[in-house]
């Protein structure tokens, strides 16, 4: 028995679906198996030479030997149990020696201030030339960038200027090489046209340079509402990541610009502040699917002790008083990343190396506590999937696939996981460094 809805009949319907189809997965790729950093480190474009991350992870790993020396004082600060403090504590202390800073923004921006156009300049080949130092030393971090100035009417020409300044200088001292991982960060982006115009100069640098047509990559700030909402009410941030045409890979809340531009008081622009999450929540909904990585913002708190050692040492009081400082704040840190980290928002930017210890405590404690259930789940779903395409069924889940495989990584990548915790989800190291869900599926599958 023939159906009345046969192929025949619903052919028009049916090709005008699959053009919907195609257009949909053009801008909602499989979810992305690359790497994202858990944090971004900023710093001034006047401070910054090859060795900063180094001196970063020295200064990171003094404070959390005093202040926090062993697991014990660890979970006592954090409110951690003793057990997974010990381990969160051994693996802190080994990323601070090994890698301490994954990711470096070399500001241009707040955290550099207003200059006349001749420090600018300087300190733009200066930066320049201390990256392509770093290039050739292998003392750069995994993922590195600089924040120019908002492209507003009265910061356009300067922020062009540095831009290209910096590029200039950095490809003439390395032979037209880019750092790996290497972005420019638009900040205070409220316009597609921005984003249009950092395009171009993108394009005309690469163009002068010899580079390969889209090597050099974006990412956005959302500082203000109109990164989240058009004035008719339409989400922003679709059309602001089409205007990029495929460069954007990464969107980061500003959440105290944000929060000034809704008339919070000083007072109250906090990262926990209800706003903050309202547009955490507009973010991922606007970028679910898009393979745009998504990045909180830091906690203003810095962990400063208010007693320096002098010519006399320091009392027992003044030692107390710092640790209190550094406890208090570290504890105001790791609350906030947590509750970023259970929102789905796995990066946050850091403003002193002394955040460092608490960003990767709190970052190894999430991924630690839920290991054994994840490892377990992993490992029955790359089972089942295996299952089914043994069996020659179709298999259509593999988008979350990809997510588990993803979120494991996650952990793997950062330090958390182990190599050796990593095979209890019955993967290989080559599987798991292959990060693809689909070419796991794809390699156990038998012979024909």
């Known amino acids: 028995m023939s159906s009345p809805l046969s192929s025949e009949r619903l052919a028009i319907t049916r090709a005008a679906l699959a053009h919907a189809h195609l257009a949909y997965a053009r801008h909602h790729p499989e979810a992305s ?6 944090h971004t480190m900023y710093g001034g474009a006047h401070l910054f030479t090859a060795q900063t991350p180094q001196k970063m992870g020295r200064t990171a790993v003094s404070a959390l030997r005093e202040y926090a020396p062993d697991g014990r004082a660890l979970a006592a600060c954090l409110g951690l149990d003793e057990a997974l403090a010990e381990r969160v504590h051994a693996r802190v202390l080994a990323k601070l020696e090994r890698e301490p800073v994954e990711d470096f923004r070399i500001d241009f921006e707040d955290g550099y201030g207003h200059r006349s156009d001749e420090e600018e300049d300087g300190h733009a080949l200066t930066a320049a030339t201390e990256v392509a130092r770093g290039l050739a030393e292998g003392s750069l971090p995994p993922f590195l960038g600089i924040r120019v100035k908002a492209l507003t009417e009265e910061l356009f020409d300067r922020s062009a200027r540095t831009l ?7 490809l003439e001292r390395t032979g037209g090489r880019i750092p790996p991982g290497f972005v420019v960060t638009l900040p205070k982006v409220s316009l597609t046209q921005e984003v249009t115009a950092l395009v171009r100069m993108l394009e005309l640098l690469e163009t002068d340079h010899g580079l390969e047509p889209g090597v050099l990559k974006l990412e956005l700030m959302v500082e203000t509402p109109r ?23 990464a969107a980061h809340l500003g959440p105290y610009d944000y929060t000034a531009s809704l008339h919070i008081t000083a007072a109250q622009q906090d990262l926990l502040h209800p706003a903050c999450d309202f547009a955490r929540n507009v973010m991922q909904v606007s970028l679910a699917g898009s393979d745009v990585a998504l990045s909180d913002g830091p906690t203003n708190v810095l962990p400063v002790a208010p007693h320096k050692p002098g010519a006399q040492p320091l009392t027992e009081a003044q030692r107390e008083e710092n640790r209190q400082v550094v406890h208090r704040a570290w504890r105001r840190m790791y609350t906030n990343t947590r509750h970023a980290l259970e929102r789905g928002f796995y990066q946050g930017w850091d403003l002193h190396p002394a955040q460092l210890p608490v960003r990767y405590a709190a970052v190894y404690a999430f991924f630690l506590e839920g290991l054994d259930v994840a490892s377990r789940r992993l490992k029955s779903f790359v089972e089942q999937a295996a299952r089914a395409t043994r069996l020659g069924e179709v298999f259509d889940d593999a988008a979350t696939g990809q997510g588990l495989l993803n979120s ?13 915790e990593a095979r209890a989800t019955g993967l ?15 390699g156990r599958r038998p012979p024909e």
């Open 164 to 170: 290209g300044l910096f590029f200039s200088t950095l």
């Open 428 to 442: 290989t190291l080559e599987e798991l460094r292959g990060r693809s869900f689909l070419h796991i599926l794809q």
């Open 227 to 249: 990164a989240l909402y058009t004035p008719d009410g339409r989400l922003a941030l679709p059309a602001l990541v089409e205007a990029a045409h495929a460069r954007c890979v």
């Open 408 to 420: 494991f990584l996650r952990g793997l990548a950062c330090g958390a996981v182990t190599e050796e």
């Open 33 to 38: 198996p690359r790497r994202q950093p858990v």
